[in-house]
């Protein structure tokens, strides 16, 4: 794959690899952009290719709508995705990419009879597991807000410019609704292996929570646990880099 930055491109791949072993798709957490992962080829060998999805509505995308709804999504994808498919590849979520990795792997098994070599999912809870807090994506501005302040991922500067949040709170509150909205649907588990990553100071999806996705899969689970709150992806990434590639390399060796 090149690195496409444009309206058209759901794809960024900062260092792009013809000749890895296998591609590492990583969706990015709500009101998030493929900028997250931007480094990530530094510390991962040749051998992985890192492509970045970029959701409408941020990043070179940033004029075009976000989608409110899962399925709508992870239909889109599946199209994109199709062509992008040619040789083994894993998927990378974080909360709510966690989420659409999950539900596009699914949809992929359905329409075209592939799977992920490896689906790693990060700081959300299993699917199948009903959320028991009210939603948030439709608060009034200021206990909106707040509950970003709460989820402690948002940069405090960020929150005090209004003039900045203006533009960003209509991604934020789509993404949010993305999640809300969500209707599990059961279907036979995957039968690609799964890792869970959750943070023990994480309140949105707790040890037990991450647990619950080895229930999603026929093949192996790892479950590992690391400092941090909703945002250890941030905070210990060079650990949580080091069990991909472990993971990664035990189907590539």
């Known amino acids: 794959m090149s690195n496409t930055s444009n309206l058209d491109s759901w ?6 690899n013809p000749e890895a072993k296998i591609r590492l798709f990583c969706f990015p957490y709500a009101g998030g952009s493929a900028n997250i992962f931007r480094s990530w080829s530094n510390h991962l060998p040749a ?6 999805i970029e959701l409408p509505g941020r990043g070179m995308r940033i004029k075009l709508p976000s989608f409110t709804q899962l399925e709508p999504l992870v239909t889109e994808l599946a199209t994109v995705f199709k062509p992008n498919l040619d040789k083994p590849f894993a998927f990378f979520g974080h909360s709510m990419g966690g989420l659409v990795s999950f539900e596009l792997a699914r949809l992929l098994r ?3 009879g592939v799977k992920p070599s490896h689906l790693f999912v990060s700081a959300r809870r299993a699917p199948q597991l009903v959320e028991n ?16 302040r709460r989820l402690n991922g948002t940069p405090e500067d960020l929150l005090k410019n209004d003039e ?12 949010f609704a993305v999640l809300e909205t969500y209707i599990y649907n059961q279907e036979t588990p995957l039968d690609c292996p799964i890792t869970a990553f959750g943070g023990w100071q994480d309140q949105e999806a707790t040890h037990d929570q991450i647990q619950a996705w080895q ?3 026929s093949a192996s689970f790892s479950l590992h646990m690391l400092p941090g ?3 250890f992806l941030h905070s210990f990434q060079s650990f949580l880099l080091e069990i991909i590639y472990q993971k990664i390399n035990d189907i590539n060796p």
């Open 47 to 52: 051998t992985v290719e890192i492509c970045a």
């Open 110 to 112: 359905k329409q075209y």
């Open 164 to 175: 900045l949040m203006q533009l960003f709170m209509p991604i934020l509150r789509a993404d």
């Open 229 to 231: 709150d909703h945002f």
């Open 215 to 217: 229930e999603q899969t």
């Open 11 to 16: 794809f960024i791949c900062p260092k792009p």
């Open 133 to 148: 807090k009210p939603p948030i994506h439709s608060l009034p501005e200021a206990e909106f807000i707040e509950e970003l």
